[in-house]
Structures are given as C-alpha cells and as structure tokens.
C-alpha cells in the first residue's frame, strides 16, 4: 500500500462511521506503526518511536489527525489563515470523537467527570488541567496553544521523545462543560523539589539544546523549540535527578 493509497483507507473508515472492519483495520494500522512497520512521514524514527510510547489511542487520534490534514477536498482557499486552520481543527475533532465513541475513550464534561472518577483537581495551566490520581498525574488538555488537535498530539508525541521519563499516555478524549475538546493523558508523579534557571540551563545544554530567550525560558537546536521551561515545570527528584514535567515543545513538521 502506498502513500496515497493508506490515507484514503484512513479516510474512507473516517467516512464510513467506524464500521467493526474500519475499527479492526485501524487497530491493525497502529499495530503496525508501533512496530515500526507503517512509517508516518510526519515523524523521524525516534519521534514515530514518541507518539507510539502515548499508546495505542495516541498512535490512532494522530493518524486521523493525519488523514483529515492529507485530505485534498477541503475548499479553505477562500478562507483566512485562522480560518482554514479552526475548520482544519474542527474537522479533526470530529473524527477522533467519533472514534473514541465508538470504542469507548470518550466522556462528556469532563471537567465535572474526572474529578469524581479520577481524583481531584490540583493544578491547571494555560492548556491542561491536572488531577491527582495516586502514583500518575492526569492531564485534561485543552487546544487553546495549537487550534488543531495533530499539534496537540505532535506535542505529546515531541515529549516522549525527549523526555521519555516523564511520557504522556493518552487514555482518552473529551469535551468540557463549554464544549471544548479535551486530550485525556496520565503521566508518572514525581515527587522533587523546583531546579533554579541556571540548573535548567545546564541541563539543557547537555542535551544539546541552547538558551534563545530567558525572558520565556525558551531553548533550541535547529529543529527543536522548548518553551516554559521554568521551576514550576521541571523538578528534582529525592534521588537527584532532574525531570521535564511539562514544556512547549514544537518542531517544523512536513
């Protein structure tokens, strides 16, 4: 099957509603991308080998995310910038919320519904809420930084490549109270202490990236861009070592 030939079959499941073979044959296709064997050119091997440790729901949100992006019916030149990338967006959260319903990783408000199942609220930032749930963090995350849900997942996918200590798993989808649609991820907990700026520089020249702006605290290397990488998102553990537990992290993406 090649390139063209893969995104039509996404489409036509996407079309068909998620019929049992569409789901069985999209269970396939992650199965595949996970392994390696199905090669999603939006993604270098290691960052493939990131959105598949978001598990088998991520893999699938971003393929189609993928397919929605690919599709060449979409009439936007008509339209602004902003305009083309909110139907662009609109469109992908239909098809993921129409699978995720169909296979039982959707809940509605979950605003009011994670607190009750899950554990309660004790933090929100300026795209995700986040839950106590024990041993794991849960992170309701919004759209409000990236329009389109495929960013959102790019992040994901971004962050557990760089940081794999701390992955996001995806466990689900939704939307809150006002509507707003919702990436459902766990993520370990790590009990430390904040690391001042000039610990997060060290660190972060050691993996290779550099200091382009201290007044967001954002790092780079030609393909790389982290943002909010300051104390209240980055930790020490009890053991000493230093943990990434949230960032903006984008790349220039095909």
Known sequence: MNNADFWASVRTIIAEGFTPEGLQKLDSYAAEFISGRLVYQRFSPQEQHGCAAGG???????LLAGAEVSSDSQNTTALSDFESES???????????????????????????????????????????????????????????????????????????????????????????????????????IDGQPVNDVEIADFMQK??????????????????????????????STAGSIFVIDCAIRINTP
């Open 56 to 62: 088998h729901a991520n893999v699938i949100a971003s």
């Open 207 to 236: 993996m290779g990236f550099e200091l382009k702006n201290p007044r967001n605290w954002t790092y780079a290397t030609p393909d790389i861009y982290l943002s909010d990488m300051h104390d209240e998102n980055i930790i020490r």
């Open 87 to 189: 139907k662009r967006g609109a469109q992908q959260e239909i098809a993921i919320e129409q699978w995720a319903k169909a296979v039982g990783l959707w809940t509605d408000n979950v605003d009011k519904k994670l607190p009750l199942s899950l554990g309660e609220q004790i933090a929100e930032g300026g795209e995700a809420k986040v839950y106590d749930h024990g041993a794991t963090l849960i992170k309701s995350i919004g759209l409000d930084y990236f329009i389109q849900p495929i960013f959102a997942l790019d992040r994901i996918a971004l962050h557990n490549t760089y940081f794999p200590e701390t992955r996001l798993t995806v466990i689900g989808f939704g939307r809150d109270s006002q509507g707003e649609f919702k990436i459902i991820a766990e993520q370990p907990f």
